[in-house]
T-cell receptor, first 111, second 114 residues
Framework: DQQVKQNSPSLSVQEGRISILNCDYT??????FLWYKKYPAEGPTFLIS?????DKNEDGRFTVFLNKSAKHLSLHIVPSQPGDSAVYFC??????????FGKGNQVVVIP | ETGVTQTPRHLVMGMTNKKSLKCEQH?????MYWYKQSAKKPLELMFV???????ENNSVPSRFSPECPNSSHLFLHLHTLQPEDSALYLC?????????????FGPGTRLTVL
């Protein structure tokens, strides 16, 4: 049973526009959420995280929003750049150092 | 070397071979992990080591045998694998602390079992 779900497996966006990636989770015990970015032939790279005590965290062009009541989080990338083309994984933890991952979203930024 | 390194990056082996994957973390972390990533599936946690003790084994077949000799090194010993074991094997590390579970990954070993 998948506890972290990422629908819409791929997204194409024009350079300079906003990329929005969505993630839903089912386990109400999750209290820490992360986004990872993965290029081909490389391991996932930590991008940004958010604790359940917050509803927004921003780091440069990347912002993560958390809606606990809907068990939903999203990652906004603005403006999107060609180097952002990668697979993005949503992950969640219940504070036990065990991360549950989604299947990932492929983002393609068109120059 | 910085971060988390893994060797080899690519490995092709027959079903009767024995091989080992190596992971080394240079971050001073106290927890290490093995994950399996198969096509179109989420990352699957295989093993967790905390302070060099195995704290989790997620129903992984015995043909996969982990070893953690110290907090910086992690091995995955492979023997009599099956073709369906072909996947990307990722190592990660983290510093265990309440409420902070950020894991840092190595580049992975792409394993092909013939």
């Amino acid at each position: 049973d998948q506890q972290v779900k990422q629908n819409s497996p791929s997204l194409s966006v024009q350079e300079g526009r906003i990329s929005i990636l969505n993630c839903d989770y089912t386990n109400s015990m999750f209290d820490y959420f992360l986004w990872y970015k993965k290029y081909p032939a490389e391991g996932p790279t930590f991008l940004i995280s958010i604790s359940s005590i917050k509803d927004k965290n921003e780091d440069g062009r990347f912002t993560v929003f958390l809606n606990k009541s809907a068990k939903h989080l999203s990652l906004h990338i603005v403006p999107s750049q060609p180097g952002d083309s990668a697979v993005y994984f949503c992950a969640a933890s219940a504070g036990n150092n065990r991360l549950a991952f989604g299947k990932g979203n492929q983002v393609v930024v068109i120059p | 070397e910085t971060g988390v390194t893994q060797t080899p990056r690519h490995l092709v082996m027959g079903m009767t071979n024995k091989k080992s994957l190596k992971c080394e973390q240079h971050l001073g972390h106290n927890a290490m992990y093995w994950y399996k990533q198969s096509a179109k599936k989420p990352l699957e946690l295989m093993f967790v080591y905390s302070l060099e003790e195995r704290v989790e084994n997620n129903s992984v077949p015995s043909r996969f045998s982990p070893e953690c000799p110290n907090s910086s090194h992690l091995f995955l010993h492979l023997h009599t694998l099956q073709p369906e074991d072909s996947a990307l094997y990722l190592c990660a590390s983290s510093q265990e602390a309440a409420g902070v579970d950020t894991q840092y990954f190595g580049p992975g070993t792409r394993l092909t079992v013939l």
